[in-house]
């Protein structure tokens, strides 16, 4: 390759000369010659355009360099000095273009650039079509909320278990940024699960929306999850010892009154509560514990009127369920008019079905 002489004289005219504009002029010239042979340059050739690219580009003004940048980004053997000092312009239209699109910045001059520049670089960056976990986990550490979700909805983005985590815990309440990482289809399952738990109210019901199907496979995730976590919490914890021990006494005594069982919902005692309830109706204590963890309003009403329960007492154990889920305004009142409604003969035909249904199940998998 040689440099036409009259592009020589150019640039040094344009180097010895104090006018902006000529240096712009000498820029253009230099991309012009450089877009021309752009895919048969050797790496000498490269280098030597690199040289004179970074005399000039860092002595033009802003809109000059922006429009250099965004040519230049689209070169697949654009010099690799230019373009690092290109990303790193303050100046986010300089910078832009080769943060989102050029496959020449390097990785490391990419993590560089999301650890020092502004929110917007950050944002650029989490445009470009490959984003490998170490700079998400900077972008996700660092960026605000465009930038996270902008990180989210890239598809060929890749993300660490920091990542995937703090994407979880930054779409409780968002349900945009929820929308964008529920749409993931290489999320993990253990991250699918705490996104839809953790999320508000609001957005699950937007996730729902969204894909009811993995809706429902999460919703079983997470009732085995939490069987699993109430058997082992309940094997391992002397309280419930205590207290099944104290209940089950009071139960062979014939002592396990209506009263009882409404103190120890009033006192928030889960433990005598929920041993109290399988005792009364017959039923395993860990199907117990399912509904009343999960504030399953029916399950619990149907259990209460059939075994006598009155809407005092019911209430007081419902209060208890809801305060392990979020359970929304007005439900204790609609779940009066539930009880009210529900005849004794519906109430005892289903607790009996729930009877043989358990029965009928496997010891290894009875939950």
């Known amino acids: 390759m040689t440099l036409d002489s009259n592009l020589i004289d150019e640039l040094e005219q344009a180097m010895s000369n104090g006018d902006i504009g000529r240096r712009a002029k000498a820029l253009r010239l ?27 580009v860092g002595r033009v003004e802003i809109s000059a360099r922006a429009t250099f940048s965004q040519r230049l980004s689209s070169f697949p053997d654009a010099p690799c000095g230019t373009i ?128 009811a199907h993995k809706t429902s496979i999460v919703r079983e995730l997470v009732a085995r999850a939490s069987t699993q976590l109430l058997k082992q919490t309940r094997t391992e914890s002397p309280v419930y010892l205590d207290a099944s021990m104290d209940v089950m006494a009071l139960h062979k005594a014939g002592e396990l009154t209506q009263a009882r069982l409404a103190d120890f919902a009033e006192r928030g005692d889960f433990y005598r509560t929920t041993t109290a309830i399988s005792l009364l109706c017959d039923l395993p204590i860990e199907l117990v514990e399912q509904i009343l963890v999960r504030s399953n309003t029916e399950q619990l009403i149907i259990l209460a009127k059939a075994t006598d329960l009155t809407w005092p007492t019911t209430k007081a154990i419902l209060v208890l369920g809801a305060q392990s889920d979020r359970t929304e305004a007005g439900a204790i009142e609609r779940a009066f008019v539930t009880f009210t409604r529900l005849q004794l003969k519906t109430a005892m035909a289903a607790l009996q079905f729930y009877r043989m249904r358990e029965r009928a199940k496997p010891l290894s998998g009875a939950a």
Not at 35 to 44: D, I, M, T, V, Y
Request: aromatic share 6%.
């Open 30 to 56: 230099v991309s012009d010659l450089f877009a021309l042979g752009s895919g048969r340059f050797s790496e000498g050739h490269i280098k030597l355009f690199d040289q004179i690219m970074l005399s000039i």
């Open 84 to 211: 690092r000092l290109l990303a790193f312009d303050e100046a986010i239209e300089v910078a832009r273009p080769v943060l989102s699109l050029s496959g020449r910045l390097v990785q490391e001059d990419i993590v560089s650039n999301a650890r020092k520049m502004s929110q917007v670089h950050l944002l650029a960056i989490a445009e470009r079509a490959e984003l490998p976990r170490e700079v998400t986990d900077v972008l996700l550490e660092r960026g605000d909320r465009a930038v996270a979700e902008c990180a989210a909805r890239n598809a060929k983005a890749s993300f660490s278990d920091f990542g995937y985590a703090s994407l979880a815990e930054r779409s409780r309440d968002d349900v945009d940024l929820a929308l964008s990482v529920w749409a993931r289809p290489e999320l993990p399952r253990l991250i699918l699960v705490k996104l839809f738990v953790d999320a508000s109210k609001a957005v699950q019901k937007q996730l729902e929306a969204n894909d």
